[in-house]
């Protein structure tokens, strides 16, 4: 591996700065992304091809000197390979035909054949030769709980009520469905890492909007499960694990407890607090505003480098975003956090 910083940071071993890459770097704030797109025709052909996978995700790594390259896809093609029938209709979010609501859905949902998700692990390798070693690759899976959420609800919500009231009044029909999730997700990340990816990062979108309870059983608990599979496997022990539930600030004492190397946090958590509260045990992830990036270059630079001076001197820092990038970022904002990232951190070791 020609850089790499990424892994060493997550391992928490000293780098000569600090390693940077964003969620959702590749996307539509790209206007070559939006090329590939229209020519795709729909974000699942381009997901589904491995082709136009690896040149997607490479896009960004052309632009900028990122230190990690993650899988282009999504976490619904889990859910998908399930059967239960995904589209992304233009402009909106993602839809699925059918719902999880009821005994007898719930009843008939299995972990996939993971030959069904084979264009996924098609587009791993192809990415890890088109690399040739340049950064490590990131693979990802959702967390059984946030892909319960659109099963449940059949897409996005705003108040995510029908499972909500699930977890109060049905909580073995919730059980069930990240139980097959968590088994589901073992296999998928297995498959990945299989396939060549260098470290695997689990994004918990909406635990945070759970009770406390009900996030330690339902997303938590089936993220441990998840972990607990890959560290028990000597085929997918040694891949260093993030874990990211956006909104769990206030439970990352029991989520750095949760068996991975690296903890995501989102913007809204003190990263110097943080770091103070769970020591040496993980590397943090984050985390800057993503909205910050809609500002001028200078001032991204400087809310950039009060996120690296809020990490500290202690090894074990990964710059990211508190969530994706928004598609109306200014391509050159990117060029200037990345810039002050590296600079800064250099000059601070
Ligand atoms: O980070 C990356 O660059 C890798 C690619 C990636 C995508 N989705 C591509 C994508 C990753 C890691 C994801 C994860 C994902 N997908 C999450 C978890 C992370 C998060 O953002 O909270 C979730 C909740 C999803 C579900 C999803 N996929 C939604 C809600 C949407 C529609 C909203 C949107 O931003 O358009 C998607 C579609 C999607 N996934 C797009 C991309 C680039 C946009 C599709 C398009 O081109 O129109």
Do not use: E, K
């Given at each position: 591996m020609q850089n790499d910083t990424f892994l060493r940071a997550l391992r928490r071993e000293p780098t000569d700065y600090t390693p940077v890459w964003l969620m959702r770097?590749?996307?539509?704030?790209?206007p070559e992304y939006t090329r590939t797109r229209a020519r795709a025709g729909s974000f699942m052909t381009l997901a589904q091809t491995p082709d136009l996978a690896t040149e997607v995700t490479l896009q960004p790594l052309e632009r900028y000197p990122l230190d990690a390259a993650i899988l282009?896809?999504?976490?619904l093609t889990v859910p998908d390979a399930m059967g239960l029938g995904l589209s992304f209709a233009e402009g909106e979010g993602p839809r699925f035909e059918r719902t999880l609501r009821d005994d007898a859905a719930v009843a008939s949902l299995d972990v996939p054949d993971m030959e069904k998700l084979r264009y996924v692990f098609d587009a791993v390798s192809s990415i890890k030769r088109a690399l040739a070693g340049r950064v490590p690759l990131i693979g990802f899976a959702g967390s059984p709980f946030t892909l319960a959420c659109y099963m449940i609800e059949g897409g996005g919500s705003e108040d995510y009520a029908t499972v909500r009231t699930m977890a109060a009044a049905r909580p073995d029909l919730l059980a069930r469905i990240v139980d097959v999730n968590a088994r589901a997700v073992a296999a998928y990340l297995r498959e990945q890492i299989a396939a060549g990816a260098d470290a695997v990062m689990i994004f918990d979108?909406?635990?945070?909007?759970?009770?406390a309870a009900a996030y330690r059983r339902y997303s938590l608990a089936s993220m441990r499960a998840v972990l607990g599979a890959l560290a028990a496997d000597t085929a997918t022990r040694a891949v260093p694990t993030i874990v990211f539930t956006k909104g769990g600030g206030g439970w990352l004492d029991e989520i750095a407890a949760c068996g991975a190397a690296g903890v995501g946090l989102d913007w809204t958590v003190d990263l110097a607090q943080a770091r103070a509260r769970v020591g040496a045990r993980v590397a943090l992830q984050g985390n800057l505003?993503?909205?910050?990036?809609?500002?001028?270059p200078e001032t991204v630079a400087r809310e950039a480098i009060a996120v690296v001076e809020a990490a500290g001197p202690a090894p074990g820092h990964i710059f990211n975003l508190g969530h994706g990038i928004v598609?109306?970022?200014?391509?050159d904002n990117v060029a200037a956090l990345v810039e002050a990232v590296h600079r800064a951190s250099r000059r601070a070791r």
């Open positions: 770097q590749a996307g539509r704030y790209l282009f896809s999504d976490i979108t909406w635990g945070g909007m759970l009770t505003d993503p909205l910050v990036l809609l500002t001028d598609p109306r970022t200014p391509p």
